[in-house]
């Protein structure tokens, strides 16, 4: 395998994927690449040309170009992650690029070589839900295994249980997981499937395993040290016993 691209969903363990990949120091340095309104200091430290060229000629080449040297990492192998709603944007970038292909699976071959889909999901919908919609509204999507914050996108806000929020995520969730279904079996493409619960409790095996995938020795699993905690606690648990109870909106 030449790259391979993380097809995913928020809450899902992408970011702590990308960053146990990247700690292989063989299977590239995934991450969002290609999402809309990237942070400018990933931009400038991704090398990403500035978003006001984005109409000029060679924006898209150059874009793929940077994208692919920091998602390889002089590794060999190019890494990136993508939610199905960046998944337009992506392939028409490509398209700009290799004009004429037919089909995603081309564009992908085209920009990158023999790609590995990795469809990252999670089993338990109403879990993911539950973490997004409290992510969404603190602020806070990613603390460390000391409980320090790693990434924070908003001004700090209580959480506050919403029924109507929790179920519209879940349907949200749902929707893009069966998109991306969807989109792999019609591509054709090789696709490794991964489960959170299993990344989750098993990172080291499961990192293991796309190295196999991708043709690479995988470290020792005790040299992969996460840099991301879980975020689930007493008051997720809470949550989620209230929307099976069918309780509405509360503190």
Not at 152 to 179: G, K, N, S, T, V
């Amino acid at each position: 395998m030449d790259s391979y691209i993380i097809c995913t969903t928020p809450r899902s363990g992408s970011t702590l994927l990308c960053e146990l990949l990247t700690a292989t120091g063989v299977a590239g340095a995934p991450d969002s690449f290609f999402m809309d309104d990237v942070d400018p200091r990933w931009a400038r430290e991704w090398g990403l040309p500035p978003p006001a060229s984005a109409g000029e000629p060679g924006h898209a080449a150059a874009h793929l170009a940077a994208a692919r040297r920091a998602g390889t990492a002089q590794t060999g192998i190019f890494g990136a992650r993508l939610m199905h709603r960046n998944l337009v944007r992506l392939m028409a970038m490509i398209e700009q690029v290799h004009p004429g292909l037919e089909t995603d699976g081309q564009r992908l071959r085209a920009a990158f070589g023999k790609t590995l889909c990795i469809h990252l999901s999670r089993a338990d919908k109403l879990a993911q839900a539950v973490s997004l919609v409290r992510a969404r509204q603190t602020g806070l999507w990613h603390i460390g295994p000391d409980g320090s914050e790693v990434e924070r996108l908003a001004p700090p806000q209580a959480p506050r249980y919403d029924r109507e929020r929790i179920a519209r995520a879940m349907a949200e969730l749902e929707q893009q997981d069966a998109a991306w279904q969807a989109w792999i079996k019609a591509q054709g493409i090789a696709c490794l499937r991964i489960r959170y619960e299993t990344l989750a409790t098993a990172p080291g095996q499961t990192v293991a395993r796309i190295c196999r995938a991708l043709c690479v020795s995988p470290p020792a699993p005790k040299a992969l040290e996460p840099g991301v905690a879980r975020m689930a606690d007493a008051l997720s648990r809470d949550w989620k016993r209230r929307f099976r109870e069918g309780e509405g909106a509360g503190r």
